[in-house]
């Protein structure tokens, strides 16, 4: 018993201590606060601390990734040179020879370039151009000039062609010479905007500048162009600034009025023939009216005439008739008189008068037909003639001047073709007349030969 009584005052002396040396709860709330206080600084320090590490820990990481993408570049470049060298000799060989006609091709092709660069820009800058032209095509035709020499000229060519095409955009303006009036060489300024060129040398020879084969320059074409366009142009070329007249047709206005000639010119291109073919035209053309006035005037008799002279025969009164039928003009007066005269005989006698006279009509109004026919079988065969006349002279001169100008062959073979336009232009009317000549000669024999039959049947029918 004494110990457990020992042991509860034990006990209870040790929960009287616990409790007196137990702190207050509003001690542990202000330490509770001061601690948050302390942790929320502390975050702040570190948050601060990562924001001012976030930057360079990012181009840190760039350069690492640069430094990955060389490396695995490197790595596959060391790769690609293991495989290479894992390539047979054969493979190599046949990527060289690829290469080399790569190579080839494109220096062709730039060749080509540049022999046709010469043709493409505009003729007043050739004279700008000239000496680069002149000494690529040299090195290129040189046997003993190295490839990269030609490789060189070929850039320079290269490199003046972009130039001109970034100036011809904005409009370039450029000292040179060009054909004025009466095709003499003058100096003045050329102004080249796209595709149109203009010159002014202050003066007179203000206007289009245009291009002519087997011509040192270009030439200068004002006609027809206004005074106010002139003087644009005369401005424009003086002083750089100012509006230029813009030509739609790109020259071929000038072109055509070029071509423009009256019918006289364009004949007389022919040469010898067309000389011949004209004389032969205005022929059958007098031949053709006179013709045309003699047919017409061959008159059939009046209404009632031809009846008229018949009964009168029929009735005995062969003066009356006589002389009615010599009222009567031209070839059917001769018919009806020899009818009258002859009434008596018999009817086969009197059909072979009035036949002798159609038979003699027949020559009178047939004639000169057969030289419209001839001029019509002619004039093409002449024109064929001067044709191949004209195309001999045009080998000729292909045979000694070669086949380079091709606006002159042009016009060569052109004049050579002017003598078979005007054979056509003199057969095909004198065709047409012919024949309708013909027709109205043959109309006219044939209302005779329906006179002399009503003739002979009239008085057949009192007999």
Do not use: W
Not at 109 to 137: G, N, P, V, W
């Amino acid at each position: 018993m004494k110990a457990i009584k020992l042991i509860s005052i034990a006990l209870a002396l040790t929960s009287g201590f616990s409790l007196l040396a137990q702190p207050k709860f509003a001690d542990i709330a202000l330490q509770a606060k001061s601690e948050v206080e302390a942790a929320e600084r502390e975050l702040a320090d570190l948050r601060s601390d990562i924001a001012d590490q976030k930057v360079p820990i990012s181009i840190r990481l760039t350069e690492l990734e640069s430094q990955v993408q060389e490396t695995r570049s490197e790595f596959e470049q060391v790769v690609s040179a293991a495989e290479n060298r894992q390539v047979g000799l054969s493979t190599l060989q046949d990527r060289v020879e690829a290469r080399r006609d790569e190579n080839i091709y494109l220096k062709n092709l730039m060749s080509s370039y540049i022999k046709q660069f010469s043709t493409r820009i505009d003729e007043s800058e050739l004279q700008s151009q000239e000496a680069i032209i002149s000494e690529a095509e040299q090195i290129l035709e040189s046997s003993t000039a190295t490839d990269a020499e030609k490789f060189e000229t070929q850039i320079k060519v290269l490199q003046a062609s972009i130039s001109r095409i970034e100036n011809i955009i904005g409009g370039h303006k450029f000292s040179g010479t060009a054909l004025g009036a009466d095709d003499r060489a003058v100096e003045g300024n050329f102004i080249l905007v796209g595709p149109y060129a203009y010159f002014g040398d202050g003066g007179t020879n203000v206007g289009f500048s245009q291009g002519r084969p087997n011509a040192a320059y270009p030439l200068v074409k004002s006609d027809g162009l206004a005074p106010e366009i002139i003087a644009s142009i005369n401005e424009v070329t003086s002083t750089g600034e100012g509006a230029l007249p813009v030509d739609a047709t790109e020259g071929d206005a000038f072109k055509l009025a070029e071509l423009e000639e009256t019918p006289i010119e364009h004949a007389l291109k022919g040469g010898t023939t067309i000389y011949i073919i004209l004389l032969l035209a205005f022929c059958a053309l007098m031949v053709a009216i006179f013709k045309l006035f003699e047919i017409s005037s061959v008159k059939r008799p009046k209404s009632g005439a031809l009846q008229q002279i018949l009964d009168n025969l029929n009735s005995g009164k062969k003066q009356e008739a006589l002389e009615i039928a010599n009222s009567v003009d031209g070839p059917f007066g001769d018919l009806l008189v020899a009818g009258v005269e002859h009434h008596d005989e018999e009817k086969e006698l009197l059909e072979e008068v009035l036949y002798e006279r159609l038979l003699a009509a027949q020559p009178k109004l047939e004639r000169f037909l057969a030289f419209i026919a001839l001029t019509a079988g002619a004039a093409p065969l002449l024109g064929l003639l001067g044709t191949v006349t004209g195309m001999i002279k045009t080998f000729k001169l292909i045979t000694v001047f070669g086949t380079g100008d091709a606006a002159s062959l042009s016009s060569g073979i052109s004049e050579a073709l002017i003598t078979t336009e005007y054979g056509l232009y003199v057969a095909i009317p004198s065709l047409l007349a012919q024949a309708l000549l013909t027709r109205m000669a043959k109309g006219k024999l044939g209302e005779m030969e329906q006179a002399s039959v009503a003739f002979v049947n009239g008085l057949s029918k009192k007999s």
